[in-house]
Nanobody, 124 residues
Framework: VQLQASGGGLVEAGGSLELSCVFS????????MGWFRQPPGKERQFVSS????????TYADSVEGRFTILRDNVKDTVYLQMSSLKPEDTALYYC??????????????????WGQGTQVTVSS
């Protein structure tokens, strides 16, 4: 399994970005996918997760109402649509796949596969 994240960049506060994460490997539509972020000097934080067929999504309180997670099971891609961006959203954003059985969708330690990260910088 490989994950390739892209779409990061520099944006002004209030702006929007869409991140993409392409999944390479078997069984994408059966895998829970997540987005996490790591601000400078801080630990990795949960952002959002989505079930295999997209029927269940969860968000961190800090992004609820501003970010939307989507997936395309034909293109084997998960997206994170970010709007009303704030400087505190500045971070390295990672996509992840496959929480371990019995693990949490919100805990980075439970995810088995990770992409390389894409930088999002929001200027004030």
């Amino acid at each position: 399994v490989q994950l390739q994240a892209s779409g990061g960049g520099l944006v002004e506060a209030g702006g929007s970005l869409e991140l993409s994460c392409v999944f390479s490997g078997p069984g994408f539509s059966s895998r829970v996918m997540g987005w996490f972020r790591q601000p400078p000097g801080k630990e990795r934080q949960f952002v959002s997760s989505i079930s295999g067929h997209g029927s269940r999504v969860t968000y961190a309180d800090s992004v609820e109402g501003r970010f939307t997670i989507l997936r395309d099971n034909v293109k084997d891609t998960v997206y994170l649509q970010m709007s009303s961006l704030k400087p505190e959203d500045t971070a390295l954003y990672y996509c992840a796949a496959d929480p371990r059985y019995g693990g949490s969708w919100h805990d980075a330690v439970d995810y088995q596969f990770w992409g390389q990260g894409t930088q999002v910088t929001v200027s004030s």
